[in-house]
């Protein structure tokens, strides 16, 4: 089945810093990729929806430069929380479309990345 | 914004009870999907349910898709512990998937 590899699953950073998590499809391509939010036993919320070669479209409320997307090719699309604050810690969760489907069809997530902002 | 609203928003329950979990929307949408997310990972397809009316079993989970398709249901049959996790309907809206408010059910041996 299509694979999604999220990197790192956790990391700890301190205030101030950046972060980088990365998200790979594995054996497919995917020309759409969505990075969630996902705070303790709650849902996900959509962050952003990353197009490859364009920018990246982001949800309301969502400050895009302090969430930096880049989607440089069909099977990498990466996150980068800059300056993160305490606040910031979370569970980041992407998920990828394979080209072809419909917005209607499933997607595939990764396992998420933890980061803890001290 | 959330569009769905689940409910209940927690469950606890003990092994071999049954359970329904409900995912609503004052909005007609054409397909909806449920999934299961365990902790510390990413959330799991369990099933797509595009017709009025449809009824999808799967195991001891049955799924329904309300006639007018704005609502859905997830009915678990004897509960097992395996069963816990947190459930989520989702469904698709222009490009991208939107997620409900999510069901977080924990199952006692």
């Known amino acids: 089945g299509a694979v999604v590899s999220q990197h790192p699953s956790r990391v700890i950073c301190k205030s101030g810093t950046s972060v980088k998590i990365e998200c790979r499809s594995l054996?497919?391509?995917?020309?759409?990729m969505f990075w969630y939010r996902q705070f303790p036993k709650q849902s996900l919320m959509l962050m952003a929806t990353?197009?490859?070669?364009?920018?990246?479209?982001?949800e309301q409320g969502v400050e895009k430069d302090k969430f930096l997307i880049n989607h440089a090719s069909l099977t990498l699309s990466t996150l980068t929380v800059t300056s993160a604050h305490p606040e910031d810690s979370s569970f980041y969760i992407c998920?990828?479309?394979?080209?072809?489907?419909?917005?209607?069809?499933?997607?595939?997530f990764g396992n998420g990345t933890r980061l803890t902002v001290t | 914004t959330q569009l769905l609203e689940q409910s209940p928003q927690f469950l606890s329950i003990q092994e071999g009870e049954n359970l329904t979990v409900y995912c609503n929307s004052s909005s007609v949408f054409s397909s909806l999907q449920w999934y299961r997310q365990e902790p510390g990972e990413g959330p799991v397809l369990l099933v797509t349910?595009?017709?009025?009316?449809e009824v999808k079993k799967l195991k001891r989970l049955t799924f329904q898709f309300g006639d007018a398709r704005k609502d859905s249901s997830l009915h678990i049959t004897a509960a097992q512990p395996g069963d816990t996790g947190l459930y989520l309907c989702a469904r698709g809206a222009t490009n991208k998937l939107i997620f409900g408010t999510g069901t977080l059910l924990a199952v006692q041996p």
């Open positions: 990353s197009n490859e070669g364009s920018k990246a479209t982001y």
């Open positions: 998920s990828a479309r394979p080209r072809q489907s419909s917005y209607n069809s499933p997607l595939h």
């Open positions: 349910v595009v017709t009025g009316g």
């Open positions: 054996d497919f391509q995917a020309t759409t």
